[in-house]
RNA sequence: GCUCUCGUGGUGUAAUGGAUAGCACAAUGGUCUUCGGAACCAUUUGUUCGGGUUCGAAUCCUGACGGGAGCACCA
């Protein structure tokens, strides 16, 4: 990287004066002071008792003579970095060289999507495929190997409501024989009518609950039945990833970790980790400090604690599993599979308390071992535009599928306008595009307001937009005359080229933050940095030829890192559009 | 009640403790008989409030006010 270059040039600079300490090298807050800036000097200064503007003279003053940038103090003591035009040229190719290897080949297992079968998607699940996907993209980028798996919500009390349902209506046998085909609408019909249904009577409550039971124990016919709810739910989940460019190594689900419940129940009694408590198997996982009781003003009172963290339920007191035996028995199963060095989950920032718990379970028990890294990426809640959770114009819970219909139907009415031919598979990935980076763009852990109307204008900073910028680059491309790469650049050149080291630096960004908002908004800038450009200079008719072709060439790097950044979003670069 | 989190123009958001708080939408005005107008340029408007730490605070600490979430038998 560029900046690791300027740095160790402070740095050696500073050894000759002999103060050995480090010097950082930032982008320009200032365009147009400078490119590049070190803000080190008034902390270095302060550890040695110096005038922060003297020293930042004595090291420019001690750097040695150099093509590629030029140096200067600003009170009051700042050290400005400019790039010259031998700069410019030495940065491009820095770029083109620019290799991550961050990850070392270690692998990484993402745990991302979650959907549960037998329920119909909202909005809210889309985040989980988006950042997962993203992130999954991004770690291969940095050198890591990844296995991605869905884990379902497969295991559950939705598909004993929905089998109790079918049953209640008579229907059930017909489903199960064939005489009726199951589809995805006679399972969303029956969820919520069984959802509610379950609030009032307490008898079908208790008959779904026994029914979940049943197939848990793959009781016949109610573990064929759960099989074909899980197939035809499966079809559809599959049919909503390819639609948003999301694909999985993996299918599991919390079935798959059934059959380790009982091993990992076995781990945590040998252990003596785990207890009886009212009636319910729990494991303790609070540290010094946390679950303080506080005490109770009357005896009827209930317990409250200071600083709370539950210890963790492995059986409810009615014998049944609970999710995180599953997510315990599922550690467990990747770790005798797989051997991942990481795990890294994508949930809703909800669920933080919940995945504290279980990583120390899996930490306590060994289950996890020492060395391996469980992370937990929560992320914010998405609301409607009034800040509460997202509806219909009608009212309703917006589902997943409205909302990629209306995008698709936005993107066709564009591309009509615009006398385009019609074309499914463009105005998906122009749909995509919107949603995927009006979703991203925001950082990872907020909640954000989910404004309909704004992510359908494919205007200003967008996903859209990003496209368009590729589809004109290539457009230019496919009709310039041919070119021998010219990486002679100059001041024209300099605000592409710095956004092109933005963009470059955001992917370490982004892994440290965990958050992919740096790469949208450095991709955007490099986009519409080239559009500027684009206005100002006419590259087509451009007479001097040598001018011309280093246009050309920076256009081609230019399209290049796009094309690169929004593959990592899993955004698609269209040809046309 | 306890714990966590967030509070930035009219709206939505960005900013490893650094210079003049960036960007988009909206509004207003302009560019251009397009190498693809889903474009470009310009103007207007902002860090909830009070203390503290620091050479320097949207950012760290503290208090208040205001939103959101979690607090074992739902997943």
């Known amino acids: ?94 770029l ?48 890591f190997e990844t296995v991605s798996d869905i884990f379902l919500g497969d295991w559950g009390m939705p598909m004993g409501l929905i089998m109790a349902m079918l049953e209640k209506q008579g229907v059930f046998g017909d489903y199960y024989s064939g005489k009726k085909q199951l589809t995805i609408e006679v399972m969303n019909t029956a969820y919520p009518q069984a959802s509610q249904l379950k609030m009032q009577d307490e008898k079908f ?10 197939f848990q124990q793959k009781q016949q016919p109610y573990y064929d039945f759960w099989k074909k709810l899980r197939d035809v739910s499966v079809a559809e989940i599959k049919k909503v990833c390819r639609l948003l460019n999301v694909d999985f190594d993996l299918w599991n689900g919390e079935s798959n970790a059934s059959e380790y419940v009982s091993t990992i129940l076995k781990i945590f009694e040998e252990k003596k980790l785990s207890r009886i408590s009212e009636g319910a198997l729990v494991v303790d996982v609070a540290e010094e400090g946390e679950q303080i009781p506080i005490p109770k003003k009357s005896p009827d009172e209930v317990q409250r604690y200071e600083n709370p963290m539950p210890p963790l339920m492995l059986k409810k007191s009615n014998g049944g599993d ?16 797989y051997h991942p060095d990481i795990i890294h989950y994508f949930t809703d920032a909800r669920q933080n308390q919940r995945f504290i718990q279980i990583f120390r379970a899996c930490k306590k028990s060994g289950i996890s071992p020492q060395e391996q890294l469980l992370l937990h990426t929560g992320f ?21 599928s409205d909302l990629l219909n209306m995008l698709y139907e936005k993107a066709e009415q564009k591309l009509v306008e615009n006398g385009t031919e019609h074309d499914d598979d463009l105005k998906r990935k122009i749909g995509n595009a919107a949603l995927k980076f009006a979703d991203l ?43 021998e790469n010219n990486f002679n650049f100059s001041a024209q050149h300099k605000e592409m080229l710095i956004s092109l080291n933005r ?65 990592i979003l899993a955004i698609e670069v269209p040809d046309k559009m």
Do not use: W
């Open 205 to 214: 409550k208790q008959r779904a609950e026994q029914i979940t039971l049943f």
């Open 441 to 483: 763009s925001n950082s990872v852990e907020k909640d954000y307001n989910f404004d309909v109307d704004r992510v359908l204008s494919f205007d200003g900073k967008t996903g859209p937009y990003i496209q368009y910028t590729a589809c004109r680059i290539k457009s230019i491309l496919s009709k310039a005359p041919k070119f």
């Open 503 to 567: 963009l470059a630096s955001s992917y370490r960004i982004c892994f440290e933050n965990k958050s992919l908002n740096d790469l949208c908004g450095s991709l955007y800038d490099l986009a519409s940095a080239f559009s500027s450009f684009y206005n100002s200079c006419h590259i087509l008719s451009e007479q001097d030829k040598s001018l011309q072709s280093a246009h050309l060439t920076l256009l081609k790097i230019v399209l290049k890192f796009i094309e690169e950044a929004c593959d």
């Open 96 to 143: 083109l060289s620019q290799q991550f290897n961050l990850g070392g080949g270690k692998k990484i297992f993402l745990d991302y999507g979650g959907p549960n079968i037998g329920k119909a998607m909202h909005i809210g699940h889309m985040r989980s495929f988006n950042i997962g996907e993203a992130f999954k993209r991004l770690y291969r980028k940095l050198g």
């Open 380 to 400: 914010g809640t998405i609301n409607g535009k009034d800040g509460k959770a997202l509806k219909t114009r009608d009212g309703g819970n917006m589902q997943l």
């Open 1 to 94: 990287m560029i900046r690791s270059e300027i740095q160790k040039l402070l740095c050696e600079a500073a050894k000759t004066q002999n103060i050995d300490e480090n010097f950082c090298v930032s982008f320009s807050a200032m365009p147009n002071l400078c490119d590049f800036q070190c803000n080190s000097c008034f902390a270095v200064a302060k550890k040695l008792g110096k005038n922060p503007y003297d020293l930042a003279c004595q090291i420019v003053e001690a750097i040695p003579q150099n093509q590629f940038f030029t140096f200067s103090v600003a009170r009051p003591a700042f050290i400005n970095i400019t790039l010259t035009n031998q700069g410019l040229k030495h940065m491009s190719q820095v």
């Open 322 to 337: 609970k999710y995180e035996t599953s997510d315990i028995a599922t550690i467990y199963y990747r770790n005798k599979f």
